[in-house]
């Protein structure tokens, strides 16, 4: 059972728009999110987080919204550039946090001139 | 940067041959995890460690050990390599609990 889902495996955006990527969790005791970003022959890059007790946080070009009663949250880049090409995960900590996270699947973001 | 190295970086090995795949940071950071990524199913926990000796399986265990001997190492074993263990395994980092890993470059283990 997937406690993580990024139902888009894909996603392309224009450059200079704004690029959106969901996530939805299923498990309540989920306390705190993370985006990370993945090139190939890479290992992931934290970019963002969020803790349960906010509902938005906002780092430069990259904004992460919680919503905890749907169970979703979302990673805006604006505006969007080539560099932001990558996979984007979206993972979680439940609880007391050191037995690891759980990822979601990945959305492929491509970002055309 | 944190300072994780993995080695090796590529290796192929046959099936039934044991492999040990070593993490090494500089960091001195008290967590380390082990994931492994699979096309279709993203990063899954391995195994992760709280502290030396002190360690606790993940989502996908069956057929990997590890030990933690020195702050700084984390070794991951396939005692018997098979074929579904075929995949990239990344080691993690985190100083504190619920707080950002940091990963290192990966290994891409190929059982033939």
């Known amino acids: 059972d997937q406690q993580v889902k990024q139902n888009s495996p894909s996603l392309s955006v224009q450059e200079g728009r704004i690029s959106i990527l969901n996530c939805d969790y299923t498990?309540?005791?989920?306390?705190?999110f993370l985006w990370y970003k993945k090139y190939p022959a890479e290992g992931p890059t934290f970019l963002i987080s969020?803790?349960?007790?906010?509902d938005k946080n906002e780092d430069g070009r990259f904004t992460v919204f919680l919503n905890k009663s749907a169970k979703h949250l979302s990673l805006h880049i604006v505006p969007s550039q080539p560099g932001d090409s990558a996979v984007y995960f979206c993972a979680a900590y439940s609880g007391g946090g050191a037995d690891g996270l759980t990822f979601g699947k990945g959305t492929h973001l491509i970002i055309q001139p | 940067d944190a300072g994780i190295t993995q080695s090796p970086r590529h290796k192929v090995t046959e099936t039934g041959t044991p492999v040990t795949l070593r993490c090494h940071q500089t960091?001195?950071?008290?967590?380390m995890y082990w994931y492994r990524q699979d096309p279709g199913h993203g990063l899954r926990l391995i195994h992760y460690s709280y502290g030396v000796k002190d360690t606790d399986k993940g989502e996908v265990s069956d057929g990997y050990s590890v030990s933690r001997s020195k702050t700084e190492d984390f070794l991951l074993t396939l005692e018997s390599a098979t074929s579904s263990q075929t995949s990239v395994y990344f080691c993690?980092?985190?100083?504190?609990?619920?707080?950002?890993?940091?990963f290192g470059p990966g290994t891409r283990l190929t059982v033939l």
């Open positions: 960091e001195n950071h008290r967590y």
């Open positions: 993690a980092i985190s100083g504190q609990i619920n707080n950002e890993q940091f």
């Open positions: 969020i803790s349960s007790i906010k």
């Open positions: 498990n309540s005791m989920f306390d705190y």
